[in-house]
């Protein structure tokens, strides 16, 4: 028996109604599973948490062995493979909860100054992938790669969605927040982490200001033009909530938290380039 050590608050919804569900992707951290109707849930062999995650108490190579397509049955107190033979055991005393910032935001210029330290400590580190290219344009750090056409189009509409967002223009924000669904590759492409960046520091840093429209139209436009592993993680951002690293980076950007060097690594942690993509998103916020 394998015993579940939190479960995101998401994921625990799911296993409370029961039910059936199937393995969607088998990566090295772990297997997504799709639960009708279009509700994922992460079993992770990985510490961090988040939303959608169950994280496991040890590793469990016998999860690697599942197919794509394998069933899944969910209790609420069992997950169950039966193809592979393995249980795992979930309570409700394991759930975990998202925190609220703990602070209030700093003025402008310090988070400027914040985000820019972690860029610049998380580029440093970076191999260029995904979409680092993009930040030292918007965030004024010197450049060391150069843009390629395609990127340098992207950075152009990326700038564009700064100044709706900044003249609270909520019809141009959502038209450039809707555009950038589903652009890339991968269980969560670049565009669709730029939309999470975006949207979790707006929902958790700019509540002076009312989303719900961009909130319910990007989200309803996800589950249409993207993957359902990006239109979750893009509903939970809309409702200020996501993996703890995005949240480190966030809060610390908007707060100053956490040191600059433990921001740089959640960004380079969370996926092979979807860490860097966020940050585009976050940096378009600040």
């Known amino acids: 028996m394998i015993v579940a050590d939190s479960l995101g608050v998401s994921a625990w919804r799911v296993a409370a109604l029961g039910g059936g569900a199937s393995v969607m992707g088998v990566t090295s951290r772990g297997v997504f599973l799709l ?5 994922v849930v992460f079993v992770s062999t990985e510490h961090y948490r988040s939303p959608l995650t169950i994280n496991l108490d040890r590793s469990c190579a016998r999860l ?6 394998a069933t899944a049955r969910f209790s609420a107190s069992r997950l169950i493979f039966p193809s592979i033979e393995l249980s795992i055991s979930l309570s409700v005393d394991s759930v975990w ?3 609220l910032p703990v602070s209030v935001s700093r003025p402008h210029i310090e988070q400027w ?6 860029v610049e400590g998380a580029l440093a580190q970076s191999s260029g992938e995904g979409l ?3 930040l030292p344009h918007l965030t004024d750090v010197p450049a060391a790669l150069v843009l390629s056409d395609e990127h340098a189009a992207l950075l152009e509409r990326l700038i564009m969605l700064r ?3 900044q003249a609270g223009n909520c019809h141009t924000t959502i038209a450039g927040l809707t555009s950038l669904l589903g652009q890339g590759r991968g269980l969560t492409p670049s565009g669709d982490d730029v939309v999470i960046g975006l949207l979790l520091m707006l929902n958790r840093w700019h509540t002076d200001r009312d989303w719900t429209e961009v909130n319910r139209t990007v989200i309803a436009a996800a589950y249409r033009a993207t993957t359902t592993i990006s239109a979750n993680l893009i509903e939970c951002a809309a409702d200020g909530q996501g993996d703890e690293r995005l949240i480190t980076v966030a809060d610390s950007i908007a707060a100053g938290l956490v040191p600059i060097d433990e921001c740089a690594d959640c960004v380079l942690d969370w996926g092979s380039s979807s860490g860097i993509d966020a940050l585009v998103g976050m940096a378009i916020a600040v």
């Open 97 to 99: 909860h998202c925190p």
């Open 163 to 165: 100044s709706a967002l």
């Open 64 to 69: 690697r062995r599942l197919a794509v397509g």
């Open 113 to 118: 100054h914040t985000l820019r330290m972690i």
């Open 35 to 39: 639960a009708p109707p279009q509700q």
């Open 132 to 134: 680092a290219a993009m």
